[in-house]
């Protein structure tokens, strides 16, 4: 039974942008369409973007080591960042193109054939873009998810395409191929940015989620009988890993065995709620305790 990996999925997306992106370029031949052209130039950034991809979890898959004693799954953020600037360039291409159509102005062609490679291949993008936001999601790999809404946009992109096309045969206003493709190129700049600032927040080690962060909260107080208090928690994601750190205040007479069982509960009860936790504790005595933070009842 196939089970998907985030290794597996980047080496789907190679296959599966090579066969969209022949067709794409096979449509824009037949038609002579600008906006197709620029469609098919944002499907070479989806693939060199699956090669990107497919490096960096492979690398976020190694295991910790001495050099990088916690982990290499900040990876995956690198391949989202790279993604945006192949997507700046690719939307530049696609001014430049719709500009020449403007200033130079050529007859375009749309039939059944053309319209149904573009159909299949948009298809086959939505299909699997599907597939990877699912499984990115599921697998928390920030890699596979952002390849997965960089295709979506590519989804919305051919589909507009092919309107805009239609429209300009049916209006004769052939202008409005160029226009299409300007607003194709709008579109995968604001995909774009939306990449950057997440996998940004990820390399700035942004703490969770408000909703992820009080789980977090409410599972050391639910499981730190014995203890005081616990303050200064700081988390942070990087990959399918979270980190989670805090003080944990305990009365000074008692038994470091006693309290360390008190942190061996709280820990298993994390990894429990949260995937991929990682959680260090910091015991202090009493005489610690900031009265903030998480009171133990």
């Not at 799954?73 to 530049?92: C, M, P």
């Amino acid at each position: 039974m196939f089970k998907p990996t985030p290794i597996r999925l980047a080496i789907g997306s190679i296959l599966v942008g090579l066969v969209v992106l022949a067709l794409k370029f096979w449509a824009a031949e037949i038609t002579g369409s600008v906006a197709l052209l620029s469609d098919a130039l944002e499907s070479i950034v989806n693939v060199v973007a699956a090669f990107a991809a497919l490096i960096a979890v492979r690398l976020a898959a190694r295991p910790a080591d001495a050099t990088l004693p916690y982990g290499y799954h900040k990876a995956e953020y690198f391949s989202a960042v790279l993604e945006g600037v192949f997507i700046l360039i690719a939307a530049l291409a696609i001014f430049y193109q719709a500009w020449q159509a403007i200033a130079n102005p050529h007859p375009i062609a749309l039939d059944v054939q053309s319209a149904a490679i573009v159909l299949a291949a948009t298809a086959i993008n939505g299909a699997w873009c599907a597939v990877l936001i699912g499984q990115g999601r599921k697998l928390r790999s920030p890699a596979i998810e952002a390849d997965g809404h960089h295709l979506w946009t590519d989804v919305l992109s051919s589909l507009g395409v092919i309107v805009g096309l239609a429209a300009a045969l049916l209006t004769g206003w052939m202008i409005l191929d160029a226009l299409i493709a300007v607003l194709v190129g709008l579109n995968i700049l604001w995909s774009g940015s939306l990449l950057v600032a997440r996998s940004v927040g990820g390399l700035m080690d942004a703490a969770l989620p408000p909703e992820d962060l009080e789980t977090v909260r409410q599972t050391i107080q639910t499981n730190a009988e014995g203890a005081i208090e616990a303050h200064d928690i700081r988390t942070r994601r990087a990959g399918p890993a979270t980190f989670i750190e805090f003080h944990l205040v305990v009365p000074g007479e008692m038994s470091v065995e006693t309290a360390h069982e008190i942190c061996d509960r709280i820990e298993a009860a994390l990894k429990a709620a949260t995937d991929g936790a990682r959680v260090t504790i910091h015991v202090e005595p009493e005489h610690k305790a900031k009265h903030s933070g998480i009171v133990v009842v």
